[in-house]
């Protein structure tokens, strides 16, 4: 059986530092087995998400050799030989060891204006495929939150997260806007409030995403698009001068209609 | 010592498809809610659910109704559901599956714009209403982001470790705790709605994640709830065998749906020698009839792979026991053979993304290694099919907690539909009990400190045992001995290790401090993990015969005398070392129209 070292982050909000663990590794294991051997050896309280250990939950984003990476889904023998760094996702504050608090994103899901249908026909609505494919990728999100880790806007520069949603909420945006079914104008927002114009596009978060969502071309650019369309049309800005189209703010977007 | 409190109308244990569903329906009752989960929101075990949500909704096959679901359901479950679970379930799934799309599910689409349904083991028709093979992230994310706009409070990463009376012994509250802070909270609440999920978690090799340790069903044992059919376990058939770091690791029914088919180490189609009598009639017997039967369900019988579960997971244990399995002890599933490498990547993403990245297979060219893993517990808390209530006053429960809906063994896609239709019915029947005003007082302080002592005993003892080395050997006695195949030698061992377990967790002794510590939380998980171990065990030793999720190989053959009642299970004192007590519980009386329509397809 082969040994590897993992040099793993342990400490909370106050520091902390690398403990290197030399544990037993076999064929075809991901790193999580690896983590989940420290934990049932050395070190029973190395605090680390994870739910479903197969891709599909998000939980056990971390940064694997600097790299933001799903834990369940890397697998060692495709990391280069030596030690295997992991540590926690840069972005957002340390709860403890690999766990960080990633509220800032329930905080953004809490502002996205939901869904305005019409009222439903009896028989359910009609929708084509062609139509809700768009919508389908995006809705492939497992909310790992690993491209908000990368984006640069938020990783660099704490700040900015008073005024920006990243790329998780973008996308989420971007299905909505695209909603076969949608009457809500989130546009205004969009620009305003999530900060979509931060966005350079350098497609970090599409790089990272482990659902291969492309983020940045088939959701930022058409949102941006679509916003600067709204914003920038002569005949709308006249029309706006003119009067003031009124506007939802999240909350009120977020009263559904009584079902 | 003072504890961080909160009070609700409704207090909702468990954020996956019950939990949340549960909750929409009791907000939008006016009721003050309150949800809690031990994960962060959206992570819940739903999220694992693959090919669909099982819905008589007519979309593909306008033959398709109630009355068909309602009977694949009973003959799937070997006639031990509560009936009345099943029927409401039938009728109510189509609605709860609609009204999904007006909170902003994008499901899979026919031709002319409905919701596309595809085929499933067990169920007559194309039935599943489903998004690729990613249904269940679909309807917890659509159930996520209704529950957050409509300004629900959530408490994540939070774990609830007993349920509190009053002191007449209603159902009053809770105690938790945080896992970031390691700091104790309590919850008040007039109901409390268990939505816990499954158990799975103490078997080896299980498809269930860290969360599936069957808290909701011990909680409830101990709050004085029954447990119904612990002995009806359901080993999915496909899970994946290699690398062994995935085993376990499902692989949706949808694959077998869309055209897989199971062969065994010689390249023989094996599962026309494992159609049982009780399904012959509508049964290919031959490839050539089964394979027309994909196209055009009138063009020839359903093929052999879509029996229920239970069927398919004993053939494919035999296979493997005569020495026809493959090098790592499964055998194979094969749709590279069968279908185009487009139509496989479009059909089943994230089963090509899954074989990709973790076993390196490409499942469009290469058959994939598969084997039967624990996946899904068909017994739970006994409830009342219309309210979702439970024995004990104030304690509702809906999902894989409950017990009854699926009886001996559950058909695919039964259980993302059990979730909504059966949530929504929990959150009413906890607004109507609330309504009728008989509410429980406040909560036992004693039983709240007791609680809390129990929870911090292992720090504080000198010297013990690592609670990751009691939950591995669990894992592996729970495996041998009551595993998919049992018998009574094996039973009765395992009912004295059970024993022996108990004491070990009383001895545990936990490193570090209370901030997230996995390490504590388990020591708080082995509790409730044992106590649901023991139900299983005496139920599988008292079932003397073989019927669905149980198997027995000293009773192979189903005993209609065993048909006629649930053993329920229920403790002496109400601690998590409590003795169980277990009854006969005879089964509701069916109406004679239901009946007729088991009678008439029999």
């Known amino acids: ?259 | 010592m003072t504890y961080e409190h909160h009070d609700y109308d409704v207090l909702i244990i468990g954020a996956g498809g019950a939990g949340l569903r549960a909750a929409i329906e009791a907000k939008q009752r006016g009721l003050k809610v309150g949800i809690v989960t031990k994960s962060l929101l959206g992570k819940a075990h739903t999220v694992m659910a693959e090919g669909g949500m099982a819905a008589a909704m007519g979309n593909v096959y306008p033959e398709d109704n109630w009355m068909v679901h309602f009977r694949d359901t009973m003959r799937g479950g070997k006639y031990l559901n509560n009936y009345r679970m099943a029927e409401l379930h039938a009728k109510e799934a189509p609605a709860r599956v609609l009204e999904l799309e007006q909170w902003g599910a994008l499901f899979d689409r026919t031709k002319d714009g409905k919701i596309l349904q595809r085929d499933f083991g067990g169920h007559r028709y194309a039935r599943l209403a489903h998004v690729g093979d990613r249904t269940g992230l679909e309807l917890i994310r659509t159930l996520q982001q209704k529950v957050v706009s409509m300004g629900t409070d959530v408490f994540m990463e939070c774990k609830i470790l007993k349920l509190v009376h009053d002191d007449q012994g209603k159902v009053a509250g809770c105690v938790a705790y945080r896992r970031p802070t390691g700091e104790f909270i309590t919850f008040g609440a007039k109901a409390i709605i268990l939505a816990t999920g499954g158990a799975g978690k103490s078997w080896k090799f299980t498809s269930n994640s860290w969360e599936g340790t069957g808290d909701g069903h011990a909680m409830a044992l101990w709050a004085g709830a029954k447990l119904i059919d612990m002995e009806c376990i359901q080993f999915h058939p496909t899970g994946m065998v290699w690398p062994l770091s995935v085993r376990g690791l499902l692989v949706t029914e949808g694959v077998r749906g869309d055209g897989g088919v199971l062969r065994n180490s010689e390249g023989k189609r094996f599962m026309f020698d494992y159609v049982a009598p009780m399904f012959r009639a509508e049964t290919a017997e031959s490839e050539e009839e089964a394979d027309k039967w994909y196209d055009d369900h009138t063009a020839g019988r359903r093929p052999p792979e879509l029996l229920p579960r239970d069927e398919v997971a004993r053939a494919i244990n035999a296979e493997v026991k005569a020495g026809r399995g493959t090098p790592h002890g499964g055998v194979y599933l094969d749709i590279a053979s069968r279908r185009s490498a487009e139509f496989i990547r479009r059909r089943l993403p994230s089963m090509y993304h899954q074989f990709m990245e973790l076993a390196g297979v490409d499942i469009t060219t290469e058959s994939m290694e598969i084997g039967p893993t624990c996946h899904y517990i068909m017994g739970g808390v006994q409830v009342v099919a219309d309210t979702a209530a439970t024995a004990a006053p104030g304690l509702f429960a809906a999902g894989e907690v409950a017990g009854g809906m699926h009886g001996a063994n559950r058909l695919g896609g039964n259980s993302l539909s059990d979730l909504i239709v059966f949530g929504k019915r929990a959150g009413a029947g906890a607004a109507e009990y609330i309504e009728a005003g008989d509410v429980a007082g406040p909560m036992n302080r004693d039983q709240i400190d007791a609680a809390v002592a129990e929870a911090l005993a292992p720090f504080d003892r000198e010297a013990g045992e690592n609670p990751y080395d009691i939950q591995r050997d669990l894992q592996e006695m729970m495996q041998a001995n009551v595993g998919i195949i049992r018998t009574q030698s094996e039973l009765d061992y395992a009912r004295g290790q059970l024993d022996t377990f108990t004491e070990r967790v009383k001895n545990i002794k936990v490193k570090g401090g209370r901030a997230y510590n996995p390490g504590w939380n388990l020591a708080t998980d082995l509790p409730a993990m044992i106590t649901v171990c023991k139900a299983v065990t005496i139920g599988a030793i008292l079932r003397k015969e073989s019927r669905g999720g149980h198997t027995r190989e000293d009773f192979p053959g189903a005993d209609p005398e065993f048909g006629k009642f649930n053993f329920a299970h229920s403790t002496n004192g109400g601690n998590w070392d409590s003795e169980i007590v277990t009854a006969e519980s005879p089964l509701l009386p069916m109406p004679e129209e239901l009946k007729a329509l088991l009678e008439e397809e029999k």
């Open chain 1, 1 to 259: 059986m082969a040994e590897v070292t993992m040099r793993v982050w342990r400490g909370d909000a106050n520091g902390g530092d690398f403990e290197n663990y030399t544990v037993a590794q076999n064929e075809g294991e991901v790193v999580l087995d690896v983590i989940h051997r420290i934990q049932a050896t050395e070190a029973p309280d190395l605090a680390c998400r994870w739910n479903c250990k197969a891709g599909k939950c998000g939980s056990c984003a971390a940064e694997i050799n600097g790299k933001p990476r799903l834990m369940c889904m890397t697998r060692m023998d495709t990391l280069p030989e030596g030690p295997v760094t992991v540590t926690p996702m840069k972005t957002f504050p340390i709860i403890r060891d690999l766990v960080t608090d990633v509220s800032f994103n329930f905080a953004q899901a809490e502002k996205v204006p939901a869904l305005l249908p019409p009222p439903m026909p009896e028989n359910g609505y009609v929708m084509f495929q062609e139509d809700v494919q768009r919508g389908q990728e995006f809705r492939k999100c497992i909310e790992c939150f690993m491209c908000q880790d990368v984006c640069h806007v938020i990783r660099d520069h704490e700040g900015n997260k008073q005024h920006y949603a990243g790329p998780r909420f973008f996308i989420r945006y971007a299905e909505l806007e695209m909603h076969p079914l949608d009457t809500n104008d989130r546009r205004d927002l969009i620009r305003e409030d999530m900060g979509l114009g931060y966005c350079n596009i350098t497609k970090c978060c599409t790089e990272v995403c482990p659902e291969h969502i492309k983020i940045t071309d088939n959701a930022i650019i058409p949102l941006k698009e679509r916003v600067v369309d709204a914003h920038y049309d002569p005949v709308a800005w006249l029309g706006r001068k003119i009067r003031r189209k009124t506007k939802r703010s999240a909350s009120d977007a977020a009263v559904q209609p009584a079902p």
